[in-house]
Nanobody, 117 residues
Framework: VQLQASGGGLVQAGGSLRLSCAASGSRGRLNIMEWYRQGPGEQREFVARFIGGIGNKNYADSVKGRFTISRDGAKNTWYLEMNTLKPEDTAVYYC???????????WGQGTQVTVSS
């Protein structure tokens, strides 16, 4: 399974970006799609999760109300709409996907998001 993340860039505080993650090569339907991020000198942290089928969405407290995860099932692509960006959102953002909770997690290559103050 290959995941291709895109959409990162440089934006001023208060601005918006939309990240995309396109999946290919999966034999099974990818039902759990997630975004993580890793800031400079920090550990990778959870950002958002979309669970297909039930359409459940979960967010880290730090992004609730500002970020929205969504999916285009027909394109096997999911998105992270990021609004009201803050300098502390600066990180490499990674997309991740799994068929189920107990199946292997696949990772994308990461896309850099930089928010200037």
């Amino acid at each position: 399974v290959q995941l291709q993340a895109s959409g990162g860039g440089l934006v001023q505080a208060g601005g918006s970006l939309r990240l995309s993650c396109a999946a290919s090569g999966s034999r099974g339907r990818l039902n759990i799609m997630e975004w993580y991020r890793q800031g400079p000198g920090e550990q990778r942290e959870f950002v958002a999760r979309f669970i297909g089928g039930i359409g459940n969405k979960n967010y880290a407290d730090s992004v609730k109300g500002r970020f929205t995860i969504s999916r285009d099932g027909a394109k096997n692509t999911w998105y992270l709409e990021m609004n009201t960006l803050k300098p502390e959102d600066t990180a490499v953002y990674y997309c991740s996907a799994r068929v189920g909770l107990s199946t292997p997690r696949y990772w994308g290559q990461g896309t850099q998001v930089t928010v200037s103050s």
